[in-house]
């Protein structure tokens, strides 16, 4: 059987996946694309994925997946008994999904927009551009001020890590206003002292450990 294939990059979505991958006990070989010289566009990636985004992981049957939640939710499954997610069938996992899902269709675009507000209106003045992240911002706050009333203990789901937590530290990295919310500063602190997300996600970023 083949190895898992990571394609990733710094300051992406990769971050939450080298986590689960770590959490999972699972070594997949890791291909960096540098979106910041455009490897994104490059035709032996396009080839991979069409749509020129990051993450993307190759699973050992040789089939490309995208998209975050559905590549966490894969390496959950692959990795039965590591916790990632609670277990299937349990009202804890399916507040976690709802949790996971809400992610990927509120947290997520709200930051693409804020940061390639050019990809969001046919208008190519900088007010329009400026007019979107603007607006992209206030969803945000929105957002993860929910999301801190409903942590109540250092998690979502109280006592509880789960890789959802990560998902959402990940996310509030990106956005000033979710990074001074106490709930996050301390969502933060805890991921960042635990013994296989913390080591995972300073790797991902480079820093020693």
């Not at 300051?11 to 540098?34: H, Y």
């Not at 109540?152 to 990074?179: C, K, N, S």
Request: proline share 6%.
């Amino acid at each position: 059987m083949r190895q898992w294939r990571h394609y990733w990059c710094p300051g992406t979505g990769s971050l939450v996946v080298d986590v689960a991958f770590a959490w999972a006990g699972i070594t997949p070989e890791r291909v960096l694309i540098d979106t910041d010289k455009g490897e994104q566009q490059a035709p032996d990636f396009l080839a991979v994925n069409p749509a020129a985004q990051i993450p993307v992981v190759v699973l050992p049957s040789g089939t490309v997946l995208t998209e975050t939640a559905a590549i966490l939710l894969t390496i959950d499954e692959a990795s039965a008994g590591a916790g990632l997610l609670p277990a299937a069938g349990s009202t804890a996992r399916a507040v976690s999904l709802r949790w996971l899902m809400f992610l990927a269709t509120n947290a997520y675009p709200a930051a693409l927009r804020t940061y390639y507000s050019d990809r969001f209106t046919a208008d190519g003045s900088e007010a329009a551009k400026a007019a979107v992240a603007e607006a992209a911002k206030r969803d945000s706050d929105r957002i993860f001020t929910l999301l801190a009333k409903e942590m109540v203990g250092p998690f979502l789901l109280g006592d509880t890590v789960t890789i959802v937590d990560v998902y959402a530290a990940m996310i509030a990295g990106w956005h000033e206003q979710a990074r001074a919310l106490p709930a996050f500063r301390t969502l933060y602190k805890t991921l960042q002292a635990h013994p296989v997300i913390g080591p995972a996600w300073r790797q991902h970023e480079g820093r020693p450990d």
